[in-house]
């Protein structure tokens, strides 16, 4: 039985030594099971990075195992079982389908060889598995390629910290290049903006469209945290692309944990407002996403949908992912070739 941390790339196919070039896509990561047995020690590796939350070590680590790692993991693994499919998590098994059209684009859209590799940041398959393995592998060349479109220091940062730790343990680390973010490439507004209009066209449109981003702490931002900006700059590059204005398409922040004042204004507030000065269909799209996963399938399309009809909206339509949709597809891989341009390969190579 193949386990879920031998996974390095589609269908498990033999590698072809004369491919230098890598891309590692690199999501957040999810439980191995949609149990507080499972959820918890994912909690505390997510929730013990420094980058996600800054808090002096010893003080957050009485805190974290104190409080909340023995409050959370029950209250998490409960929202993970109304999501949780036959094929696993849908982070996971979304992520593992764009890896695979990834590289079948990437096969035949006739630019150099390239394989495609996928990790998780907490959880397996490791950043640090992956590129060990892709160094087994003969991977020269590598391209990390972060799935969150807006960089933040607690999501990309964090990728980078964890990228930084498997060179540092290599004697002869490849070549490496990051994409930092892809909040405002063209193709990747497009691929967001088709799937809005390709949604409406089979649904009609609601009243309004709200743009639900995963919060982080205001602090972050006051910090030099450039996140907030490039959601805006997104939601503002599908404005102009939608033909829509500030009051047709709004922008919230959503998945705050602890007291601190995080990104505003919230998405549940947000929706409550929204139903209550009249809005009777609401349309949420999450761009900060680029697969479905537990805060856009249960957060989103099931509490938030909640509580918009709680307060008296008739419906809140939630638009699905780019998940491995040809979309996102194309436009990662255009994404891709951009960032490897002028990588030497082994097709580059002169023959004498
Ligand atoms: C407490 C601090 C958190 C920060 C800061 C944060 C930033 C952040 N997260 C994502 C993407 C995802 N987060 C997901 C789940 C999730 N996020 C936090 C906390 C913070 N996130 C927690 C505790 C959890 C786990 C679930 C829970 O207990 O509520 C997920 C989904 C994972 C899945 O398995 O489906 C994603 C994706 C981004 C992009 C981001 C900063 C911009
Ligand atoms: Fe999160
Ligand atoms: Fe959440």
């Known amino acids: 039985m193949p386990r879920s941390d031998d996974y ?5 196919e033999s590698h072809d030594p004369s491919v230098q070039a890598a891309v590692l896509l690199v999501n957040l ?13 994912y909690l505390a590796e997510f929730l013990g990075d420094p980058r996600v939350i800054d808090y002096p070590r010893w003080l957050w680590w009485l805190i974290l195992h104190g409080v909340i790692l023995r409050v959370r993991p029950a209250r998490s693994a409960h929202a993970y079982q109304r999501i949780w499919t036959a094929q696993g998590s849908p982070l996971r098994f979304g992520s593992e389908a764009l890896a695979t059209r990834l590289q079948e684009q990437l096969s035949r859209d006739g630019g150099a060889p390239v394989r495609v590799a996928l ?3 907490y959880g397996q398959p490791s950043v ?7 160094q087994r592998e003969g991977v020269r060349q590598l391209l990390v390629l972060p799935l969150y479109p807006q960089y933040s220091a607690t999501s990309t940062g964090s990728v ?5 730790d498997a060179m540092k343990a290599l004697r002869w680390p490849p070549e490496l290049r990051i994409v930092n973010d892809y909040h405002a490439d063209v193709g990747h507004i497009e691929a967001l903006a088709a799937s809005i ?6 649904h009609g449109r609601g009243d309004r469209l709200l743009l639900s981003f995963h919060g982080i702490p ?3 931002v006051r910090e030099g945290d450039p996140y907030l900006e490039q959601c805006q700059a997104t939601a503002h590059a599908l404005r102009q692309r939608l033909r829509l204005d500030d009051s047709q398409l709004l922008v919230s922040f959503q998945s705050r944990v602890g007291r601190e004042p995080w990104l505003q204004p ?8 929204l139903a209550n000065s009249g809005v009777k269909t609401l349309d949420v799209a999450c761009p900060g996403f680029a697969v479905d996963c537990l805060e856009t399938l249960e957060e989103i399309a099931m509490q938030n949908r909640d509580f918009f009809k709680e307060a008296s909206g008739d419906e809140l339509r939630y638009i699905p992912a780019l998940n491995d949709s040809p979309g996102q597809v194309d436009s990662l891989a255009r994404l891709v070739r951009r960032h490897m341009a002028g990588w030497p390969t082994s097709v580059d190579a002169p023959s004498a």
């Open 119 to 121: 990790a998780m940041r």
């Open 218 to 220: 205001e602090r972050y």
């Open 160 to 164: 980078i910290d964890a990228v930084a």
């Open 29 to 41: 990561g999810t439980p191995e099971a949609p149990t507080a047995q499972a959820v918890r020690p």
């Open 266 to 273: 919230y998405t549940d507030a947000t929706v409550r407002e």
């Open 128 to 134: 640090k598995h992956q590129i060990e393995q892709l």
């Open 197 to 202: 209009e390709q949604w409406w066209a089979t």
């Open 8 to 12: 390095t790339g589609p269908a498990g």
